[in-house]
DNA sequence: CAGCAAAATTGAACATCGTTCATTTTTGGC
DNA sequence: GCCAAAAATGAACGATGTTCAATTTTGCTG
């Protein structure tokens, strides 16, 4: 820790190349698993496509774990700007409906990334699945404010919890179906399945909070 | 073709120790799923449980994909008599309440083979991967028969749909929040918060039924 | 019982994987 | 142009799933 400053911005230039190199990795990682799946994703046939040597893979990342977590956060950017496209202009029980078909065609519309997502298991977690973490909370913000539309009677703790589990019902609608390991719905009647699903949900929510404010009991 | 049955009953006695070498090999495997994870899965201490030689594997299955479908259809007969248990004397939204309870418990009590479950991709869709789907099927007619008592008024091939819908909605509950890659909640709130999202669910049927056959508008 | 062909078992060998690290090449201020 | 530090390189390592030639076991036969 003495001896490593006594050249002046010598980190500038280099930082940029390496971060470049990053960069490069983290595209060609992420096209790797858009088109064959994150099974694909081998550090050889990685280091051929970013154009670098195979230890080049290892000075710029940890191990391919975390390059593929990398990869994942792109899609989960991706998917975030698809769910705000959906619910723009849209609120209540319109949006939540919206939201969810929104999910499933991104689902559809990029397979092999999406179930990425949710297929990679992190030997060492890392530090950067905190932004991932981060990615998803800002998804579930957007099923908060729909839900705060409805508007359901709950504490915001409660709000919160509700966000999670339907954003959890409809990926799970989506996941068994599209993995098609077990008993699901095929594509084609995937979005109308949960479009009935989500409409289900909100007018539950709306029968609640009605009968609470209305106990004719 | 020609020469195969000159000898008599040759193969029978054969066939028990192949038969016996298979079951151990299964049970071997499921242990190793159970304990360490599907990950832990390996030919070469798989063989050091099952004691048998490597290449042993290699004559019972065609690889260890094919054994480890073995081994979570185990685990499938497991789960089916779980929920079969939960729904005795039970019916309509009480049952289903409990079903998807009983879902989460045994996702819990048996983690690791409950994720080998849904993380098992197979290379080569292999022939028993039927009885795979038959497994399904049946806890699917648990759901189908609570559904069933609602009553709720749609067709027999809606009633499957929303079957199959409903199980995945508890699944991904279940998933996102035992898998810990985003934001669900904490295991021991999770009976609780399906317990209130399979009661949503339930009242939301109910009184679309309702409103069907008195429509007062 | 001994003979023997067929079946089953064995584990060394192979290809491929992620990862490491000694060596080489490049970099950029003096 | 020089040179120390940084970056890039790819051969090598250990572990993986899978194969297969060699060996052992099996169970009927004369």
Redesign the interface.
């Known amino acids: 820790m003495n001896t490593v400053q006594k050249r002046g911005d010598v980190t500038e230039k280099r930082s940029k190349k390496s971060q470049a190199l990053r960069e490069r990795l983290i595209d060609a990682a992420w096209r790797r698993i858009a088109t064959v799946g994150l ?1 694909g994703l081998t550090a050889r046939e990685l280091a051929a496509e970013a154009n670098c040597a195979l230890g080049s893979i290892y000075s710029a990342f940890d191990d391919l774990d975390q390059l593929a977590m990398y990869a994942n956060l792109k899609s989960l950017g991706m998917l975030e700007r698809c769910l705000v496209a959906a619910k723009t202009g849209r609120t209540g029980a319109d949006a939540l409906r919206s939201l969810g078909c929104a999910y499933a065609r991104f689902a559809i519309e990029n397979r092999l990334a999406w179930e990425a997502l ?4 992190l030997l060492h977690p890392q530090p950067a ?1 905190a932004d ?2 981060d990615a ?2 800002h998804l ?1 913000s957007l099923i908060t404010d729909a839900l705060r539309e409805i508007p359901v009677d709950t504490t915001p703790q409660d709000l919160s ?1 509700r966000s ?2 339907y ?7 989506v ?3 599209l ?1 098609g ?5 095929p594509p084609e ?1 995937l979005e109308a ?1 949960i479009d009935a ?1 989500v409409t ?2 909100a ?3 709306a ?2 909070a009605g009968s609470a404010r209305s106990p004719q009991q």
């Open positions: 099974s949710f297929d990679l298991r699945s991932f973490v998803h909370s579930l919890a999670r589990t954003f959890a019902a409809v990926h799970g609608i996941s068994i179906s993995q390991r077990f008993v699901g719905h009647r399945e699903f289900l949900l007018d539950g929510l029968a609640e």
